[in-house]
């Protein structure tokens, strides 16, 4: 079992910066992939980004990509999504996820997060 707590979400105007952490504690952190998913009023949960056991790998979606920045810290069990020029359809609950190889598969993520609100007023 990994329990995943994610925290560093808010209220912020179009163009701020926020960093999202993700701290992990069970088995073994350092043995999973990660990934960031976020979900907005009625619509499905989407992929944002995903970074590899070591950290080395990393992938986004198109509608992030250049502007967040998924890393982590192995030794204290934590993984980061950095979001730079957020855009109000970036308001969402942003959700980290435990899981077997970078993907942007919900259904390759065994472990999830309870979630933390990002708000981005226009």
């Known amino acids: 079992q990994v329990q995943l707590v994610e925290s560093g979400g808010g209220l912020v105007q179009a163009g701020d910066s926020l960093r999202l952490s993700c701290a992990a504690s069970?088995?073994?952190?350092?043995?999973?992939?990660m990934g960031w998913f976020r979900q907005a009023p009625g619509k499905e949960r989407e992929f944002a980004a995903a970074?590899?056991?070591?950290?080395?790998?990393?992938y986004y979606a198109d509608s992030v990509k250049g502007r967040f920045t998924i890393s982590r810290d192995n030794a204290k069990n934590t993984v980061y999504l950095q979001m730079n020029s957020l855009k109000p359809e970036d308001t969402a609950v942003y959700y980290c996820?435990?899981?077997?190889?970078?993907?942007?598969?919900?259904?390759?993520?065994?472990?999830w997060g309870q979630g933390t609100q990002v708000t981005v007023s226009s």
């Open positions: 996820a435990a899981g077997r190889g970078i993907s942007s598969n919900v259904g390759r993520y065994d472990y």
């Open positions: 069970g088995r073994a952190f350092s043995s999973y992939s």
């Open positions: 970074i590899g056991r070591t950290g080395g790998d990393t």
